[in-house]
């Protein structure tokens, strides 16, 4: 009477490797995916005949488990192109610089060195899986990373610099972090400087033809019939032999046991029976998603690559707080990505299309010169908008969540389990960490038989 | 073709209040209920034979709006029991006091009352209105009570005060509150000291028969047969000439405009098209229920009265914050009834039933006499766990939300509108709240035409 052993709920890299896992131990899966796609938050696509990652699109340093999926799927990656100048705005000044070090007062770049030892000093201490558990863990989670940094960098420009670096990698303001998830994230990422790095770090390498490719090919081998799109989930009941599954459609599916494995806050738009005790139904109202706009920009030639940039810029000044040259891996074409993260991403729909264009293409030609105001074409990605993901690049814990319902982001609930890049121990909110949240799933409830 | 000429979603009283605001100017209106009763997180209902208020039970002090329309609907009020003394529990001891003065050393109460002075005068200075508008809302919306509050509170005894406070009135931690949150309440509310003070403050009145009452006799006066209970909204479609409600049930209603009366987050529930803007969607998503059980535990006597204490209690140390007399009108059913709030409500699911009942008990007894072992009944309402509210008593507003999303929280969506006492400018999270935001609610459509 079983559609299959397990269904999975939500085919992005999480949800499919769940499934990847499940069936080479020889069970049988069914997917169920609300969008017409597969890949979640990772999209690729193309802008006028160009290549393009409209989602998640980078992997490297020690996320070892997608460069062995990536292997084992046959597919192929290719570095970021990080040659030459770099672009740091703040406060209106833009200068440039080499390797890693910006150009800025020795006392500034001290203050920025100071936070990323102490970040990661603090970070150094929580348990990856359990960072609910430390004794400051109730102290961190009740105040903010701005609050905290706030007692040690006194530069304006060094807290700029940060914000730059935090727009882009939470999709948020560094007065909505709370603390102890700054340093959980920090854990789980190893490094503040995997966070922040191209080379040697998680921005290291791209996936030829795009990162949605992983979803794609796990897809493939998961066997598409096992995979049925456009079907959003509305409920979810479980009894003494199995659960029941239905989607909005009115179609209803039956299998032992159900992983959910869609952002933290999509689950509550599920109805569940029974009730999933208040632990668990609270997190899920206590978790929104970043903001985050991927623009991107099209060009006859890579002007800053001849120029001598890199097409890396960033700024704590906004809308953009960072660049990066999306050139396609044969050099074909050329492309610049500005990605608009935090407050200037939430409220960036409600400013007008040719002002949001003109803002931009101002930003990237005082970056790389006036070449850039000439592109061929122009689109945005504004994920806050985007109805199965809520926002991007993740979801965030405010302040007295991780400590309080931690525990239950993992916790399985009778025949529920849960997966999600968010509910990763290593690398939390990257590809790599949905598919560890994919494989621990999966081994999961293997284990129970 | 229409249903009615507007679709109120949501039972409680700000919903009820729009459909009898509506309904008084001649437009027809139909309420949709997901619960099978009206009142929202207004309960009252019977333990043992004693009338009791799961729920919202207070009002008080400036709350002019509430005390007309329980005039105006022929319902009473009756003052909450507050002679004897009081009971505060810190760190393990308890001592009693009369009036509205802990005893405490004079330094602790010092600081105390510097903390309600610095709030209210920063309170003071944001727009009821538009709290995110003031210069500093930005900052404010970055950090928490919490981090603010150690900033001048040395002693530990002042911020446990400040605890039990706190967790009463939000349901939540102070590390859990972004300190514009905080400004925006007081100021919505007037004053710390209405907020946490019965006689003359919020809780000074409590309602005939029950706060439930309000939104009961509202639906008589609406007329029954244009409330629908049991009837969860999943979908609202808006196009050029109307909108199109449907129901879990798959009813489907059709009216000119829609007003939805439920918190914030349960919002987000609902499937809209087209979607709504970001900014909107994304509120939904950030704006988590507070933690609250309510515990009514009922003796023979009131044999707290007869010992000369009032029944009010308050602890920083957990897992009762406020305990309250709640013996009938009459005086003929005696009841205590203790708050568990924040952190305590939010994993108090967790905990083995019994042991609740022993901790409960044995708390009121170190407060009021070894008498209060001997109950004759013992009921909880654990707000987490209920679908239709999501927690209690109202919705929180993490760092970083009010100051970039406040301005989506009344904002229309075509013909969508939004009522619910977070909507409130005035008595933000309170029944008075409630009602106000659906006066405003029914004003603003009735002046749409």
Request: proline share 4%; aromatic share 8%; charged share 20%.
């Amino acid at each position: 009477m079983q559609d299959a052993d397990y269904i999975i709920i939500g085919a992005g890299a999480a949800g499919l490797t769940t499934a990847y896992e499940l069936k080479k131990q020889g069970s049988s899966v069914l997917v169920l995916e609300a969008r017409e796609r597969v890949g979640g938050r990772t999209w690729s696509g193309m802008l006028d005949g160009a290549e393009v990652d409209w989602g998640g699109e980078w992997i490297g340093s020690s996320q070892h488990r997608v460069y062995a999926l990536v292997k084992e799927l046959g597919l192929h990656t290719f570095p970021t192109y990080d040659t030459g100048l770099k672009v740091l705005e703040l406060r209106g000044r833009t200068s440039t610089y080499r390797g890693t070090i910006p150009s800025m007062a020795p006392w500034k770049l001290l203050q920025i060195q100071l936070a990323i030892w102490i970040i990661d000093a603090w970070a150094n201490r929580v348990d990856i899986a359990t960072p609910w558990n430390h004794a400051q863990a109730s102290e961190w989670d009740a105040t903010t990373l701005d609050a905290v940094r706030r007692k040690f960098m006194w530069s304006a420009d060094a807290r700029a610099t940060m914000d730059a670096a935090i727009r882009t990698i939470f999709g948020a303001e560094s007065g909505e972090l709370s603390m102890l998830h700054m340093l959980a994230y920090v854990k789980s990422a190893g490094s503040m400087n995997n966070l922040i790095s191209t080379e040697g770090g998680f921005q290291h390498d791209r996936i030829s033809g795009g990162a949605q490719s992983i979803s794609l090919a796990l897809m493939n081998s998961v066997g598409t019939e096992n995979v049925l799109l456009g079907q959003p989930v509305t409920a979810i009941a479980q009894d003494e032999s199995g659960v029941t599954v239905t989607c909005a459609s009115g179609k209803t599916f039956r299998a032992g046991r159900v992983i959910v494995a869609v952002p933290v806050p999509l689950g509550d738009q599920i109805s569940f029976t029974p009730p999933l005790p208040a632990l668990r139904q609270q997190l899920m109202n206590r978790a929104p998603m970043g903001a985050a706009v991927k623009i991107f920009v099209r060009y006859e030639r890579a002007f800053w690559r001849e120029r001598g940039f890199s097409g890396e810029a960033a700024s704590g000044d906004g809308p953009v707080s960072v660049t990066y040259d999306q050139c396609s891996e044969d050099g074909k074409t050329a492309c610049l990505m500005a990605f608009v993260g935090g407050k200037f991403a939430r409220t960036w729909h409600r400013r007008d299309p040719l002002e949001r264009k003109k803002l931009i293409l101002d930003r990237l030609a005082s970056y790389f010169g006036s070449e850039a105001k000439q592109p061929v074409a122009y689109q945005e990605m504004d994920w806050c908008g985007e109805a199965w993901s809520g926002g991007a690049p993740i979801a965030l814990f405010p302040t007295g969540t991780l400590s309080t319902h931690g525990p239950a982001l993992r916790e399985p609930i009778g025949r529920i389990h849960w997966a999600g890049s968010e509910t990763a121990r290593q690398c939390m909110g990257f590809i790599e960490g949905a598919i560890e949240s994919g494989q621990r799933a999966a081994e999961e409830v293997l284990a129970l038989g």
